[in-house]
């Protein structure tokens, strides 16, 4: 009876043993909203209409930007600085310029600047909430050691529809600009990775046309 019972032991250790180490990282599960289940630092971005201002500072999460209408979309610019943690550092946009505070999304990179297929060690998912219509583009830039602004060809879109709104995925578009900054005449964009360059200031422009509310959330990858 002992027998039998150490070599049952044995082959629960040895099918232990066998499971690949990565099977632990199980993905989070979807909350039906689009979200992972999971701990994440949540911002809120709010539309406020054009002739209103809010007090600078800390602005916990939440960034005011201009609101704009469907007619007519107003620009706002999302400042990005690197730092341990995410915190807004100045919470008004509607002045014409917040500011974020994120962590390198990068931190192995190297190749400095550029992306060789290296993923975010974090993820930023988004959705439009509020009052249904609106619509707000998000696009990833860098002014570079020059003083120009480049833009990523790339942008993120929220329209606020009726009904349940989804979150999306957009760490790839808000961690990365994609430009050509060569201006040979031959259209070769590269990719490049937020924070990539200490010369470079990044931002996000944020152009809202009439959307009240976007609500983002940030998650760490986990091992």
């Known amino acids: 009876m002992k027998k039998t019972i150490v070599f049952v032991v044995a082959l629960l250790l040895a099918a232990i043993l066998a499971v690949p180490a990565f099977a632990a990282a199980v993905p989070p599960e979807d909350k039906g909203n689009g979200a992972p289940n999971g701990p994440h630092t949540n911002i809120n971005i709010i539309g406020v209409p054009k002739d209103k201002t809010m007090p600078d500072g800390l602005g916990g999460n939440v960034i005011f930007v201009k609101l704009g209408s469907d007619d007519v979309s107003v620009r706002s610019r999302i400042n990005l600085?690197?730092?341990?943690?995410?915190?807004?550092?100045?919470?008004?946009?509607?002045?014409?310029?917040?500011?974020l505070q994120l962590m390198d999304p990068f931190p192995d990179d190297v190749s400095p600047g550029i992306n060789t297929g290296e993923t975010a060690v974090y993820k930023i998912y988004i959705r439009a909430l509020g009052k249904p219509g609106g619509t707000a583009n998000i696009t990833s830039g860098f002014t570079d050691e020059n003083g120009v602004d480049w833009w990523s060809l790339e942008y993120v879109t929220a329209t606020r529809t009726k009904g349940q709104t989804r979150f999306s995925d957009e760490t790839l578009k808000l961690t990365t600009i994609y430009v050509d900054i060569t201006n040979d005449g031959v259209d070769n964009p590269v990719r490049y990775n937020l924070f990539g360059n200490p010369l470079w200031d990044y931002f996000w422009d944020?152009?809202?046309?009439?959307?009240?509310?976007?609500?983002m959330r940030i998650y760490l990858v986990s091992e």
Request: no cysteine.
């Open 81 to 99: 600085v690197e730092g341990p943690d995410f915190a807004v550092l100045d919470k008004d946009g509607t002045d014409g310029s917040a500011t």
């Open 206 to 215: 944020y152009d809202n046309a009439g959307l009240k509310l976007l609500q």
